[in-house]
């Protein structure tokens, strides 16, 4: 019953700016960690943010400095302001949350709810 959707991707060229939004529904409280991941074909899916119920990160070293990941929880909303984009920021990006209860960190494993994701590509 859990959905999320992503919204927001598009072109940009490098050194440009992004903003991606999720939007969550079917939530009887909010997830205790929700995250952004990426997926490049014939990849595995990385870890881009984290964030937890009370606002704690964690980053991935490859954006640290130029993504910053954000909640509201009154909206049920997560969003990713991505600044400085680089080519290979390309990717499509995925919305996860986790309920479990575990560390909030930004590990594929620990997520079991997912968006249908939205593509982000950047020129250089």
């Known amino acids: 019953q859990v959905k999320l959707v992503e919204s927001g991707g598009g072109s940009e060229q490098a050194g440009g700016s992004l903003r991606l939004s999720c939007a969550a529904s079917?939530?009887?409280?909010?997830?205790?960690?929700m995250g952004w991941f990426r997926q490049v074909p014939g990849r595995e899916r990385e870890g881009v943010a984290a964030?937890?119920?009370?606002?704690?990160?964690d980053y991935a070293d490859s954006v640290k400095g130029r993504f910053t990941i954000s909640r509201d929880n009154a909206k049920n909303t997560l969003s990713l302001q991505m600044n400085s984009l680089k080519p290979e920021d390309t990717a499509m990006y995925y919305c996860?949350?986790?309920?479990?209860?575990?560390?909030?960190?930004?590990?594929?494993?620990?997520?079991?709810?997912w968006g249908q994701g939205t593509q982000v590509t950047v020129s250089s």
């Open positions: 996860a949350a986790d309920f479990s209860g575990s560390e909030c960190l930004a590990i594929v494993r620990y997520f079991g709810y």
């Open positions: 964030i937890d119920s009370d606002g704690s990160t």
């Open positions: 079917g939530y009887t409280y909010s997830a205790t960690c």
